[in-house]
């Protein structure tokens, strides 16, 4: 069983810094893609930042600059590094990757429970 383990949202002041980590643990086969949704009262789920095992790295535009995104291969582990942030950047956030196991060897996504991040003066 795959399960994604996720840590480090709170309370931040505006211009302040978070840092999310997700560790994926399991059977797994190999992860193709790790990344970071949000989701907002009233508002869809949007992807925030992803990378593959390969290291490409994709953003939405509104955290381009502020949010870095990496991974730990070796550790199954991605990590949202978050500076600068505003009011507009709470949610829940929500770990995700694309996974294949070791058991059936086709990929499909799995998702952590959200952690929530608040932007708050």
């Known amino acids: 069983q795959v399960r994604l383990v996720e840590s480090g949202g709170g309370l931040v002041q505006p211009g302040g810094s978070l840092r999310l980590s997700c560790t994926a643990s399991?059977?797994?086969?190999?992860?193709?893609?790790m990344g970071w949704y949000r989701q907002a009262p009233g508002k869809q789920r949007e992807l925030v930042a992803s990378?593959?095992?390969?290291?490409?790295?994709n953003y939405t535009n509104s955290v381009k600059g502020r949010f870095t995104i990496s991974r730990d291969n070796a550790k199954n582990t991605v990590a949202l590094q978050m500076n600068s942030l505003k009011p507009e950047d709470t949610a829940v956030y929500y770990c995700?990757?694309?996974?294949?196991?070791?058991?059936?060897?086709?990929?499909?996504?799995?998702w952590g429970q959200g952690t929530q991040v608040t932007v708050s003066s």
């Open positions: 990378i593959t095992r390969g290291g490409t790295t």
């Open positions: 995700n990757a694309r996974i294949s196991t070791a058991t059936t060897y086709a990929s499909r996504d799995y």
């Open positions: 399991g059977s797994i086969f190999s992860i193709y893609a």
